[in-house]
């Protein structure tokens, strides 16, 4: 009988003590599950503000570059239409000595072949001849100028207009050279803040 009745006080202690350990350990599993998603939505809230702060200096740079651009542009545009209003003046007139009046400048001749090789120098399609046909592609990728005799003919082009196309040249030059040292601050601005 004492045997049956240590076995009864053996069972009801064992179950208390599981009832106990199971609700101590229940306990200490919320607290620290609570403390994890704590840190968690902290760490979560940290990363998404510092996210959100370099997206903001990131449109911050992007807007300041690209003020300054359009700034450069619009400097670009009044230099050209400046120098545009100087060409009748710089190609139609020039003073042989410095104390001489102006006199009409000698008329400049420009060949169809040092036409094709401006246009091809520069990337630009290659005008049509005098019969109306076109430079075939092959010659002037290879040698920048067609053969044959038109090469030394009179092209239908003046000082001017080869001023006025240089000036329009230079300036969208100096905007795609514009765009891109601002695509590069761009990038590297981003690459510092990150």
């Known amino acids: 009988m004492i045997l049956l ?9 064992g179950g208390v003590g599981y009832h106990l ?6 306990k200490n599993g919320d607290l620290a599950m609570s403390t ?3 840190g968690l939505a902290t760490v979560t809230a940290a990363g998404l503000n510092t996210a959100l702060q370099n997206f903001g200096q990131r449109v911050a740079l992007g807007n300041l570059l690209t003020s300054q651009l359009v700034d450069q542009e619009r400097g670009n545009a009044q230099t050209a239409a400046d120098l545009h209003a100087q060409v009748p003046h710089v190609t139609t007139v020039y003073r042989p ?4 009046q102006p006199v009409p400048v000698p008329a400049c001749v420009f060949t169809r072949g040092w036409l094709r090789s401006y246009n091809a120098a520069i990337g630009a399609s290659v005008p049509a001849n005098a019969q109306g046909t076109s430079v075939p592609a092959q010659a002037t990728e290879t040698t920048g100028a067609a053969p044959g005799d038109d090469d030394l003919a009179p092209a ?10 240089h000036i329009d040249y230079a300036a969208g030059a100096k905007d795609l050279e514009a765009q891109l040292n601002k695509l590069i601050d761009y990038e590297e601005g981003l690459d510092v803040k990150q």
């Open 5 to 13: 009745i240590a076995l009864v006080i053996a069972m009801i202690g």
């Open 21 to 26: 350990g199971f609700k101590e350990a229940t």
């Open 36 to 38: 994890y998603k704590t």
């Open 97 to 100: 000595a410095p104390a001489a």
């Open 156 to 165: 239908a082009i003046t000082q001017a207009g080869v001023l006025s196309h």
